[in-house]
T-cell receptor, first 115, second 114 residues
């Protein structure tokens, strides 16, 4: 079963509208990463959240991690065509501070912003 | 879903030696593959874009002579870490892009340089 559920799978919005993408886990998240993929390109790191209730912003994009550390939402305010792409969340389920552990990824949300 | 494999899954080598990591798309052809590096408890860092039949495109700050990428076929890209040093120890992850622009990730290769 998928450890990380991302929704919606795709989203089409009009330029200027706000939107939210969700990333939900049944297990505690010890690190939640948001990435953006422009079509045909590699992932671009947006933000990392680690603490329950944490909120970070990057330009017009805000991401939050809930208090229980099982859900994160990515919110885009006043969307623009430049926001179009695929948004991917990645999760670290390992509570230990050391060592490398592979991230688990959601399936991505394809965002289209119509001018 | 599409499957991407990486080999080896784990490698330990001595400082100064070179290590080759393979990334294969098992059930689809990938014109484009990406190589990432993940540091402990940190995010993925895109190293380079591997294009079949042409030279890889490296991200700023990534030494192309140190991290050699070859994308010889539509299902195989290789990353060779040349003259590896302990600071190269990391988790290297590849991904392959389908024709529908979906990116599938390999399971990663953990490199430890002694």
């Amino acid at each position: 079963s998928q450890e990380l559920e991302q929704s919606p799978q795709s989203l089409i919005v009009q330029e200027g509208k706000n939107l939210t993408i969700n990333c939900t886990s049944s297990k505690t998240l010890y690190g939640l990463y948001w990435y953006k993929q422009k079509y045909g390109e590699g992932l671009i790191f947006l933000m990392m959240l680690q603490k329950g209730g944490e909120e970070k912003s990057h330009e017009k994009i805000t991401a939050k991690l809930d208090e229980k550390k099982q859900q994160s939402s990515l919110h885009i305010t006043a969307s623009q065509p430049s926001h179009a792409g695929i948004y991917l969340c990645g999760a670290d389920f390992n509570p230990s501070q050391g060592g490398s552990e592979k991230l688990v990824f959601g399936k991505g949300t394809k965002l289209t912003v119509n001018p | 879903g599409a499957v991407v494999s990486q080999h080896p899954s784990r490698v330990i080598c001595k400082s100064g030696t070179s290590v080759k990591i393979e990334c294969r798309s098992l059930d689809f052809q990938a014109t484009t593959m990406f190589w990432y590096r993940q540091f402990p408890k940190k995010s993925l860092m895109l190293m380079a874009t591997s294009n079949e039949g042409s030279k890889a495109t490296y991200e700023q700050g990534v030494e192309k002579d140190k991290f050699l990428i070859n994308h010889a076929s539509l299902t195989l890209s290789t990353l060779t870490v040349t003259s590896a040093h302990p600071e190269d120890s990391s988790f290297y992850i590849c991904s392959a892009l389908t024709s529908q622009e979906t990116q599938y990730f390999g399971p990663g290769t953990r490199l430890l340089v002694l």
